[in-house]
């Protein structure tokens, strides 16, 4: 009873509400930066202190099972950035279509990590294997346990595309859950050129 | 200002939805302060174990003693003694001054200051509160495990938090618990700087906010930036010890390519700096506020100590090498670092001599808060003027992991933050509960509290000074500390004395809310912020109408006020001659 009352008096009804969010979810955006941040800098740090990279006894890995990974993640941003056009125009046919075209290369995304972490298991290797497994193991399952947050919030899109007419809530919600996905799509591209490519 | 209006929700009715699953700010601000002061309570009786087996090793610990160590007949084991300081350490800086300063006192003071009916997003705060009661729970949870709580100081360094060093749970459950109240103090940020930013009532610039709000806001934002460093830290060794990752283990113990255990230092400190600001901005703001509301006269620079306070937010950022002195780093860094450090002095000189000018010729009202706010003046210069010494290479060299490290951060972060947490309580007490706590028992408790910290913070540094290296359990074991053992009993009985000074704190509190039936006026101490214009106690929905505001928070003493007052409300037109 409660929470259906403050949900009320937090209802999304105007810009101020809408500048809110957005400074909220900026904020949110800086931590998690943060976060990775964080832990990119410890990469570094191992990464110059080590005499070669990888280190001794550790072979560069297949590029394979991450390049899908990285193509599956790139789809699903473009696909968001098209449903958010559509939104604005009130499309419903193609906003369903392009939401499809979001959750599902979310979650290949999401399979072609745990394929990854399966296909390091048969060559041998584990997180206890050295300082290089560790950092793909760790920074992988990090960015995934974010994933799982992100798919969940993008199926709140669902009942959007369903509806015709929307409010400020409704487009709040598309912006700021938008916003979580791109920035986890850029950190699985930094993820993906400094630590598999390069 | 305001972005938007929040609407007035209705008021809770049932016993739930209004003291244990609350939304507003003000009961979850009361339900941080009692967390707070158990974890004052807890951390504190650890203090005493500590200090009681520095001075009378051997020997069981009166009354109590048999109770938490009955296999030693009462007298704290080395092991048991390692643990207590780390869990002293930890629940008074994240489960004591956290919860009582940005916890209680941001959740309360910032709505109502800036003249909103909540905070932006009041779900968010609960669960933010709820988080951690939850973060708590594990912590005292790791007390009872097997092998015992986490015993690698407040740091947690590896490799004394590794498996090697801590094989137990108890140092995997530290961990996770802090990480879990980093997720909570960062929900607590995102609100209060979104709820600063966008719910300003009418005509409130930012520098029209009351210096509290100031040092809660830029707290905030520090938060929001360093915890999820920590948190990233904390991560890394939860995977450590639980998934066999090798971040923080070098050497034999890791195969293939090694970690580096002073990473850590290098991660934490990052955090810990900031950390340090984080606990005291809070209370530099009250201060600069109280100081002024006191002394009867407008805050002396006020602009100037709202910008000192933000470049040291900003340049506390860049710091933190100070902390790493001793770990082999490149005389460059040391150096950059050591300059970085003392350019600090300046903001802090500056905000320093303003409350100093703002006491300057007042018409001082020697109230409780008042007292408190002196206090915090006097021991955050012994704190600030010692950190010197700490920050230059030459001297650290030989200070570090001393006593006079353990003397100093006590100085600044654990005795200024505690006088700042009381002198907010006795302020704000009366718009918080209702009732005016009796100022005789509260000069009282002033008095024992900065007389017993001044003996036991000032007595550390001597001994520090004097080569005794701290986390030591035994300091009558080794020749050259045999002459500081009357120092040491010393300091022993001046934190007996604190610990005994905080009985009359408790016997106010119980008889206040408890027994006393006269209720606070709404102004009791006739200050003109914004959280005073409205009855005691704040009705739910803060303020009928959001007010407007018109002038600054320290209007005091203006020659040409009409009103029989003192003073003017921030809502009232500036009076001019
Ligand atoms: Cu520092």
Redesign the pocket.
């Known amino acids: 009873m409660n929470t259906l009352e403050v949900k009320n008096n937090i209802q999304y009804s105007g810009e101020g509400e809408k500048l809110a969010a957005s400074i909220a979810m900026i904020v949110v955006l800086v931590s998690f930066s943060m976060l990775f941040a964080s832990l990119f800098l410890a990469y570094f740090y191992y990464r110059i202190t080590e005499p070669v990279w990888p280190p001794m006894g550790m072979e560069r890995l297949n590029l394979f099972v991450p390049t899908m990974s990285t193509t599956f993640i790139i789809l699903s941003s473009i696909s968001l950035f098209g449903f958010n056009h559509y939104f604005k125009e009130a499309n419903q046919l193609k906003m369903k279509l392009t939401l499809a075209l979001t959750i599902g290369p979310a979650l290949a995304f999401m399979g072609s990590q745990l394929f990854l972490w399966e296909s390091f298991k048969n060559i041998g290797l584990y997180a206890s294997s050295g300082i290089f497994p560790s950092i793909i193991y760790s920074f992988t399952w990090i960015h995934v346990a974010h994933i799982v947050a992100a798919i969940f919030s993008l199926l709140w899109l669902v009942p959007i595309s369903l509806k015709s007419e929307h409010t400020f809530k409704d487009e709040n919600v598309v912006l700021n859950v938008g916003k979580f996905w791109h920035f986890l799509s850029i950190i699985w591209l930094i993820i993906y050129f400094s630590i598999f490519v390069f | 200002m305001a972005f938007y209006e929040q609407h007035i929700h209705p008021k809770p009715t049932t016993f739930l939805s209004k003291y244990i699953f609350s939304f507003d700010h003000k009961m979850i601000a009361r339900q941080f302060i009692w967390y707070g002061i158990l974890g004052l309570g807890l951390g504190g009786m650890m203090a005493m174990l500590i200090r009681w087996t520095l001075s009378n090793p051997g020997v069981p610990f009166p009354v109590l003693g048999n109770l938490f160590f009955p296999m030693s007949g009462g007298v704290v084991p080395p092991d048991s003694y390692a643990m207590l300081f780390t869990m002293h350490g930890t629940i008074m800086i994240f489960y004591a001054i956290t919860p009582l300063l940005i916890g209680a006192f941001g959740n309360f003071c910032i709505p109502l200051m800036i003249g909103a009916r909540d905070m932006a997003f009041p779900a968010m705060n609960m669960l933010s509160f709820w988080l951690a009661v939850l973060s708590a729970i594990i912590l005292v949870a790791s007390l009872f495990v097997p092998l015992g709580a986490a015993a690698s100081g407040w740091t947690a360094y590896p490799t004394l938090s590794t498996l090697i060093g801590s094989p137990g749970v108890g140092q995997t459950l530290w961990a996770i618990a802090i990480f879990v109240l980093g997720i909570s103090s960062t929900m607590g940020a995102i609100n209060y700087i979104t709820t600063v930013i966008t719910l300003r009532a009418p005509g409130m610039g930012y520098f029209d906010m009351p210096l509290t709000v100031w040092g809660l806001w830029l707290t905030a934002i520090l938060n929001a930036i360093f915890l999820p460093v920590l948190g990233a830290g904390g991560l890394l060794l939860v995977f450590d010890r639980v998934f066999g990752t090798q971040f923080f283990l070098a050497g034999a113990a890791a195969t293939n390519g090694t970690g580096d255990p002073v990473l850590f230092q290098h991660v934490f400190?990052i955090f810990?700096?900031p950390e340090?600001y984080i606990l005291i901005l809070p209370a530099w703001g009250m201060v600069s506020d109280i100081l002024s509301f006191f002394s009867r006269k407008p805050a002396f620079g006020a602009k100037a100590t709202a910008l000192a306070m933000t470049s040291i937010t900003i340049l506390s950022t860049l710091?933190?090498g100070?902390?790493m002195y001793t770990t082999q780093m490149s005389p460059l860094l040391t150096q950059t670092f050591m300059t970085l450090?003392m350019t600090i002095s300046i903001p802090s000189a500056i905000f320093f001599a303003n409350w100093l000018g703002t006491l300057w010729r007042g018409s001082i009202r020697f109230t409780s808060p008042m007292v408190f706010s002196m206090g915090v003046v006097f021991v955050f210069g012994l704190g600030g003027l010692t950190g010197l010494y700490l920050g230059t290479v030459t001297t650290d060299l030989y200070l570090h992991d001393t006593y006079f490290v353990v003397g100093h951060f006590h100085y600044t972060m654990a005795a200024s933050v505690l006088l700042g947490s009381f002198a907010a309580i006795y302020f704000w007490f009366p718009k918080m509960f209702g009732k005016m706590l009796c100022e005789k028992l509260a000069l009282t408790h002033f008095w024992i509290t900065f007389l017993g910290l001044n003996g036991v913070f000032m007595g550390m540094m001597m001994v520090g000074y004097g080569g005794m290296h701290r986390r030591i359990y035994n300091p009558f074991i080794y020749e050259y500390l045999e002459k500081l053992i009357p120092l040491n009993a010393l300091i022993t009985t001046a934190a007996l004395l604190m610990g005994i000074g905080q009985i009359p704190f408790l016997i106010n509190l119980v008889s206040t809310l408890f027994f006393k039936k006269e209720m606070a006026p709404d102004n009791p101490w006739e200050v003109g912020t914004l959280e005073w214009t409205i009855p005691t106690p704040a009705p739910h929905y803060n303020f009928k109408n959001i007010p407007v505001v018109k002038c600054g928070p320290h209007e005091f003493g203006n020659p040409n006020l009409t009103t029989g007052r003192d003073f003017q409300y921030q809502t009232e037109e500036l009076v001019k001659g």
């Open positions: 400190w810990g700096h340090v710091v933190y100070h902390h450090t």
